[in-house]
């Protein structure tokens, strides 16, 4: 694989050498923040990381190379794209082949950290089981990524849009720990539902890095889920959200969305209906995520060390 991938030289000198690494996405960015504050948003989160004694290795694709540890200028090239292609594991090859670039979801993400060696994932949310899944079979490949890749997932939960019963479902099928951090909740990203609960509730990173560092040990494939809750003064409204996501479900029937373009469209929807406050909030959440998973790498080196 190393013919298509790129790891930045301090990147591989920081992993090579067992230093905490924090993996990162601008999907999350991308899709709900216009540029050029998108470009300050991923360097400040960057800088929160390396100001928290780790690395961050923010991941895209190039001219069809798989890069772990974009520099500044290439985080800036694809933030800068106009509609940036969302890249999925299913996408890569084409992209690779085609010598294309664009911006990664949770599931490639997730692929390219683990050709990296980077143990830890930072994101705002994972995609899901889609509400009518049942009828259409539309269901996030980030799910089936997780029960197969090694990489801990640091995030807040699943976005509401989703059917996140469904989902947990989902993932208690295909063996993917569900671990709430400080909360037996669920997050439902900017939504705190209390008729969804996690497996399990541990609220000390060092214990979160035992369990995953278990987990591998055991050869039991598959990542885990590190659900950290949004911040107080990013919760949405549960009732004032549903009603948001089916009047933003109603207009993408009538409008015949495409289902490659239904999440970002919901997203962008969604945001109008709450005058770009959940593009205010992501800010705060994918900060306070990434502050979270820097701690949890921490504790994984300082096992593999052991």
């Known amino acids: 694989m190393n013919k298509y991938l790129f790891i930045e030289k301090n990147l591989e000198k920081i992993i090579r050498s067992n230093k905490p690494v924090v993996g990162l996405e601008l999907n999350s960015i991308s899709k709900v923040v216009p540029y050029p504050q998108s ?5 400040e989160i960057e800088d929160i990381i390396k100001s928290s004694g780790a690395y961050p290795a923010t991941l895209g694709i190039i001219d069809g190379k798989l890069i772990a540890g974009l520099t500044s200028s290439e985080i800036a090239y694809l933030l800068s794209m106009d509609h ?22 949770s599931a490639a993400a997730l692929f390219i950290s683990k050709l990296a060696g980077i143990r830890v994932l930072s994101t ?28 801990a997932v640091v995030c807040s939960g699943v976005n509401y849009i989703f059917d996140i019963p469904l989902t947990l479902e989902y993932l208690k099928t295909y063996g993917v720990p569900v671990v709430g951090y400080t909360t037996d909740i669920f997050p439902a990203f900017y939504v705190l539902d209390d008729r969804l609960k996690v497996e399990y509730r541990i609220d000390h990173p060092k214990e979160i890095a035992s369990l995953i560092d278990t987990k591998w040990n055991l050869g039991i494939k598959g990542g885990v889920i590190v659900a950290n809750p949004v911040p107080p003064a990013c919760v949405i409204d549960r009732e004032t959200m ?11 029937r009538q409008s015949h969305i495409d ?11 969604i945001d109008s209906y709450t005058k770009g406050k959940t593009m205010q909030y992501i800010g705060e959440i994918l900060k306070n995520n990434a502050r979270l998973s820097c701690i949890i790498s921490d504790e994984l080196t300082n096992l593999y060390k052991e």
Request: proline share 1%.
């Open 39 to 43: 470009l300050n948003l991923a360097m």
């Open 84 to 105: 940036a292609p969302k890249i999925s594991t299913r996408d890569i090859s084409y992209f690779i082949s085609q010598k294309l670039s664009g911006t990664l979801t």
């Open 124 to 151: 705002a949310a994972i995609g899901g089981v889609h509400r009518g899944a049942v009828e259409n079979f539309d269901i996030s490949s980030d799910l089936q990524e997780l029960s197969s890749t090694n990489v």
């Open 242 to 252: 549903e009603s948001y996501v089916k009047m933003a479900l109603e207009k993408a």
């Open 259 to 269: 289902r490659k373009d239904f999440t970002s469209y919901m997203i962008e929807e």
